[in-house]
């Protein structure tokens, strides 16, 4: 399994992760509230993929005025990142497993090892 060797979040941004094989993976923060690994959210995008007029629940930014931000991020052991939102969502624990599966930058490269 590859590991991070070194996590950059900027909250407004997204999260850049170095990996031990040295490339390196950029998330937007929208990305990765959408992407999260959490049950609820992965049965929304079930449901979107079936039907493409699925209802998103509103959340915008909480009090950053409509922005969606990362407000904090902590290491689960030495396998995955917890990371909090500003419209309050924070049950995704993202794996570094995960992280690779959702790479964005992955098929730029010609995919993950």
């Keep these: 399994m590859l590991t991070?060797?070194?996590?950059?979040?900027k909250k407004d941004r997204g999260l850049t992760v170095e990996w031990?094989?040295?490339?390196?993976s950029y998330y937007s923060v929208a990305y990765l509230r959408r992407m999260s690994p959490s049950a609820d959210m992965r049965r929304?995008?079930?449901?979107?993929s079936k039907n493409p007029?699925?209802?998103l629940p509103s959340g915008g930014g909480g009090g950053g005025g409509g922005?969606?931000?990362a407000e904090s991020a902590e290491l689960v052991g030495n396998y995955a990142v917890k990371i909090r939102f500003s419209d309050g969502h924070d049950t995704g624990i993202y794996s570094w497993?995960?992280?690779?599966?959702i790479d964005p930058g992955a098929g730029e490269r010609g995919g993950v090892s």
């Excluded at 991070?4 to 979040?9: A, S």
């Excluded at 031990?20 to 390196?24: H, I, K, L």
């Excluded at 929304?44 to 979107?48: A, D």
């Excluded at 497993?97 to 599966?101: A, D, I, K, N, T």
């Design 4 to 9: 991070p060797i070194r996590m950059d979040l």
């Design 44 to 48: 929304l995008r079930e449901e979107m």
């Design 20 to 24: 031990a094989d040295g490339t390196t």
């Design 97 to 101: 497993e995960y992280l690779r599966e």
């Design 53 to 55: 007029l699925t209802v």
């Design 67 to 69: 922005v969606l931000r």
